[in-house]
Structure formats: C-alpha cells, structure tokens
C-alpha cells in the first residue's frame, strides 16, 4: 500500500515544506491525534494560529451558526453586519488614541501587501525599511521585505526596488540597539533619503528570525524617527497578537503606537483571516476598489474572529500567557543548569524560545535545536525550530493548554533536552 507520504510526494510540490510526517486525523485543543492514532502534544498551535486552541467549541459554534446563514457573498458585492461589528471592535481594541479604520484580507502576507500599499498612497512615498531577521510573507513584497534567504528567497529571482534592511538589534548576536540605529541612519545617509520613505515596518517580536523581543527604548526611538521624517510605521503583530505576548497586541508592552497595525493567524482561531488596522485618515488615502480581494473578509473568519475575541476576554488568556510562560521559562532556566548548550531563554507572555550554542565552538548549532525537536515528537511533542540560524526552538502551544497537559509537555521537553546531550 502507498504510505500517505509517497502519496504527497507524488502529488504535491517539494516547495511546500513539511515539519513532521504526521497527518492529523483529528485535534481538541492542545492534542493532536494522527491517522494511525498517535496522541501528540501541540506546540505549534499551527504557527500561532489555534491560540484559543483546536476547536474551540465557542468558536465552532459561531462558525456553524454563520454556516446556516450564507457562506460568501464577497463583502464588496454585498456587504455584511459581522464585517462592519469586527472592524468596530479591532478599531476600539488597536492601542493609539486616534480614529481608526480596518480592511479584511485573508492571510497576513495579503496584509502586508495592503500595509504597504496604503502607505506608498497615504504618503506618495515608495521606500519601505524592514529589518534582518524579519519575516513578512512569502507573496513578492512580503519576500522582499523578509531578512532571511533560504529558503524564502532564494531561486525566485529580483525582488521588488525600493525595499531596504537594517540589523535587527539582538544583543545575543552582537547587535545592540543604538548599533541598529546608526545603521538606519547610514542607510539615510548613503542609500535612501527619508523623505522617499514610506513606511518602517516591524514585528514586535521578531517570528521565523528567532523570537527576538524588540527592546522598548529602540521601537521609541524608531516612532520618533518616523514622526520626525513623515514616515508610518507598520507594525506587524501577525504572529505576535491575540494574547500570545501576555497582551491582546504586544506594542502594548512598549506604549507605543503604530500607524497601521497588520494582524491574522490567532484572530480566526483556525479559520483564515487577516486585518490591516490604522489611522483612519491614512487607510481612507487608497480609492475605492484599491483594496479588498474576492475572499476578504470571508463570513466564516469573520464569525469565528468575534468569537476569539469573546474567549480571549472572558477566559482571561492574556493572563493566562503570562502564567504559563512563566512556569516555561522556568522550567527551561533549571533545566539550563544541566545544559551548557542552552545561551538564551526569552519571550514575553507565551511567546518564548530557547537558543542553542555548540559548547565547543559557542557557535549557534541547529543541529542540536533539531535533536532535541526530533527526539521531543518521537516522545509525542511537537515543536518548531526558526531563528537565522536555525538554532532556536520556539514554544507556541495553545494559551488554552491544560495545566495537565502542559506538565506533561514539560517533563517530555527535559528529557528530550537532555537526552540530546547524550
């Protein structure tokens, strides 16, 4: 009998990576159980997405009741209430004491992509400054303003101009954030002037570029700079937002706030969804038909977005990623203890990481993130690797986990560590 695998070998693109060999069958909240009935632990949460957990029954609900309504009209065709009562609430919830408008997209790539539209009309500019490290998709521009080449880049040829990088400031890989601004304003002086700029777009906590918190004194400064250049800046919380950080969006940590915010993965809790949220005058700047898309905005996401919304607030889950990943965190520090390989443990909320070094070398070593992540599914625990050098493991389990569950997850993450030093 053909496995599943050959079967995917033989039918889909090589292009389509694949983390683990599983195919889920079935999922409740922070388990996973394949086709031959394996139980798996979830810390993936499909990359920030099922932050509410898989299936939420209030989010189900929400869906199925939407489903017994209509499925799609195309909002640009004919509009619906859910649409116009979400983007009221992301317009309240979005930090920044301004009037603010929103549009609905359907992945946080297209989000991107309109976040930077709506910055080249708003200001008649077309630089955009992104950051190393940074991801921002996989369409064109969101490739373009991604700081990592393999393998998001690489084979698909010239990118869009006008796209410019600074170092992301990570002290751990020698980066500090006043070297960071020096070379943003080398970039000023040498390669694009300002008053071409259009937008400086940033991720709170830098994703697939290895959980790397922005430190608070750097994305200030950055706000003055645009401020004092008539540059916008976008924030994009796509993987960062909906109480993964410990708040609903993680510039809250900073008390900064960005002109336009780009959001999607945990706002549908499984059903595809994204948003791009800012100044109410800079989102007006496109005309109409400049933005939308035939799914934008799909009734499903959108039901299913109210309904996260509701469970994030009343199941506290911003409290909760607090609590948990301060017991990961501490965990993963007396566990370091043991393990010299172990250079970092960081993140805010449940947004947390652990970085690996060689001990010989003190070299980044992705060889040993990807023994401990193998080891860890073996044992039944998904994890995921990122960072540049693929030497981080980054923890992004459901905020609803159960507290016996997510012990369990605990003690198979320790002996997975350890026994990758033997």
Not at 195 to 214: D, H, K
Not at 230 to 235: K, P, Q, T
Not at 247 to 252: D, V
């Given at each position: 009998m053909t496995s599943l695998t050959d079967r995917k070998n033989a039918a889909i693109s090589r292009g389509v990576g694949m983390t683990t060999q599983i195919y889920a069958d079935r999922a409740e909240n922070s388990e996973i159980w394949d086709k031959e009935g394996n139980r798996y632990i979830d810390f993936a949460a499909g990359i920030a997405v099922v932050n509410t957990g898989h299936r939420h029954p209030r989010v189900i609900e929400a869906v199925k009741k939407q489903l017994d309504r209509f499925t799609h009209t195309c909002h640009q065709v004919v509009p619906y209430e859910n649409y116009v009562e979400l983007a009221e609430r992301l317009n309240a919830i979005l930090p920044g004491d301004f009037a603010k408008k929103t549009?609905?997209?359907?992945?946080?790539?297209?989000?991107?992509?309109?976040?930077?539209?709506?910055?080249?009309?708003?200001?008649?500019?077309?630089?955009?400054?992104?950051?190393?490290?940074?991801?921002?998709?996989?369409?064109?521009?969101?490739?373009?303003?991604?700081?990592k080449v393999v393998p998001y880049k690489v084979g698909f040829g010239a990118m869009p101009?006008?796209?410019?990088h600074v170092p992301f400031p990570v002290e751990l890989q020698g980066v500090s954030a006043d070297q960071s601004l020096a070379a943003l304003k080398r970039l000023f002086a040498a390669d694009v002037d300002p008053?071409?700029?259009?937008?400086?777009?940033?991720?709170?906590?830098?994703?697939?570029?290895?959980?790397?918190?922005?430190p608070t004194s750097f994305i200030k400064a950055i706000r003055d700079i645009c401020d004092?250049?008539?540059?916008?800046?976008?924030?994009?919380e796509v993987q960062t937002g909906f109480a993964r950080t410990g708040?609903?969006?993680?510039?809250?940590h900073h008390g900064v706030a960005a002109d336009l915010v780009t959001m999607a993965k945990g706002l549908g809790g499984g059903f595809p969804i994204a948003a791009v949220t800012g100044r109410a005058d800079v989102m007006d700047a496109p005309g109409p038909g400049g933005l939308g898309g035939t799914y934008a905005g799909n009734p499903m996401g959108v039901a299913a977005a109210h309904a996260v919304l509701d469970i994030i607030e009343d199941e506290k889950l911003c409290e909760r990623a607090e609590q948990l990943g301060g017991r990961l965190k501490q965990r993963l520090a007396a566990i370091a203890e043991q393990v010299p390989e172990i250079v970092d443990i960081r993140g805010p909320g449940f947004m947390n990481a652990v970085e690996f070094n060689d001990v010989k070398t003190n070299l980044p070593s992705a060889d040993f993130a990807n023994r401990v992540?193998?080891?860890?599914?073996?044992?039944?625990?998904?994890?995921?690797?990122?960072?540049?050098?693929?030497?981080?493991?980054?923890?992004?389990?459901?905020?609803?986990?159960?507290?016996?569950?997510?012990?369990?997850?605990?003690?198979?993450?320790?002996a997975s560590i350890l026994q990758a030093r033997a």
């Open positions: 549009i609905f997209v359907t992945t946080g790539a297209e989000a991107v992509e309109n976040a930077v539209k709506i910055a080249r009309a708003a200001t008649g500019r077309q630089a955009v400054v992104a950051f190393g490290g940074g991801f921002h998709g996989r369409t064109f521009m969101g490739m373009a303003l991604t700081g101009a006008d796209v410019f008053n071409r700029v259009a937008a400086i777009i940033i991720e709170p906590v830098q994703g697939e570029g290895g959980f790397y918190p922005v004092q250049h008539g540059i916008l800046l976008i924030a994009d708040k609903l969006f993680a510039m809250e992540r193998v080891i860890a599914l073996e044992k039944g625990l998904i994890l995921l690797t990122c960072g540049v050098h693929g030497n981080v493991i980054r923890f992004l389990a459901p905020i609803t986990i159960q507290d016996n569950v997510f012990s369990e997850a605990m003690d198979i993450l320790e």
